[in-house]
């Protein structure tokens, strides 16, 4: 059944979406005209702030809360979100950096064959949903991990996974499953990824060209 | 409600000799009659007989012995529901000529939305000429979704629409969601999330599309004769079973094969053509018809007459 029995598959964690707060009202003006590498969406009432080291976008609500997306581990996440609220803090608000949650992880997974979409739709009918009119991959839920695998018949699978759970600080067993971005401490999130994608393995494997 | 049936125990009366025995209702004089000795029980039970008589004339456009529209109880909370009708006489009219008591008392208040969805259903199906069958499936599942509430932001239309997806896939006759969008006002994009939505909330699942479904009517729109639409569904099928055109949606595979069936026979459709019909984009027809051109003897039917030869086929 373990995928690296006969053929390591490379899992790509592709993005890392964390929230956190600032504890504070924010000036997005203020924030806008001072700050650097960034964009005021005045309708919607948000600012974006591109980060450059860790490669990360943020938007800036002036209610202080922040949504991180770009990074490409948890640990890189939560180097950008301190980075972001120390540059905030630089501008000159009381910030204090609360409540960080990884909130999102987006990996990325290719199987080292095609796939069979109306079938494998046919032989996971709760799970799995597939409308080719709208969209080209089948969507294939599991709520015990509370993932979303969307799988394209070239083999290519996209797993998203939204549990939300405050990033642990203790150190985890290395899943050898993961890709080459190695991180020491790998949270929750990232493994619930390589579970999600080792349960739809055989299923996936049934049903491949 | 109980002293209508003949096979329910009946609570009141019996026949005195023969109590076992059932007793026949004979509605117009209201008796109730036991079946074995002919004794007449219940008397002026209840005469559902006419109110008053009816003869028919020419111009009989109302049937007087029925009071009120026709009910539909499936779906609204029953219609028994009073409203002021317009005045007759003089004394309904007031000072300035205004009538009286304007106001038709809007009815079932609780269903009004349901009403306006079911008759926006109707318009959109009365578009596309769908069978009564198929519109009385989308009112059900509209009643299912609204009683639900889970949808209960979404645009009625939206919903409506989405259900009449879902019917018409439900009854086996699916059209694709460019044809409802062009029957509704509501975009692509919010019926495809209302038909997710609405899956998850009635916790049903439909089957998948397949190129046949839509053959029928495309080559029919296309004026296409009957061996070049056997042809196509042909094509189609094998296409799919040999899995020439993997993640190709089967409208535009379907549209590929009538495409090639229509070229090597004597009714020949342009790549346009057939792109407004099916609502595909005549790349797209390109695409798949450049997937399924290398195998193209091999996917025709066997008896089938060609005009123009396989190899002379276009290839685009």
Redesign the interface.
Known sequence: MDADSDVALDILITNVVCVFRTRCHLNLRKIALEGANVIYKRDVGKVLMKLRKPRITATIWSSGKVICTGATSEEEAKFGARRLARSLQKLGFQVIFTDFKVVNVLAVCNMPF?I???EF??NN??HA??????H?AVCYRIKTLRATLQI???GSITVTDHVRQLSDASARENNHLLDSRFCPKTGPNVKAVASAVEQIYPFVFESR? | MASTSRLDVLPRVTCPNHPDSILVEDYRAGDMICSECGLVVGDRVIDVGSEWRTFSNDKATKDPSRVGDTQNPLLSDGDLSTMIGKGTGAASFDEFGNSKYQNRRTMSSSDRAMMNAFKEITNMADRINLPRNIVDRTNNLFKQVYEQKSLKGRSNDAIASACLYIACRQEGVPR???EICAVSRISKKEI?RC??LI?KALET?VD??TTGDFMSRFCSNLGLPKQVQMAATHIARKAVEL?LV??????SVAAAAIYMASQASAEKRTQKEIGDIAGVADVTIRQSYRLIYPRAPDLFPADFKFDTPVDKLPQL
């Open positions: 095609e069979r979409l109306p739709t046919k009918r709760p949903s597939y409308e080719p009119e709208l080209p394209f018949s070239t060209k | 694709t969601f460019k495809g038909f997710k899956l699942s998948l599309i899995d993997p993640g190709r949606s089967p409208i």
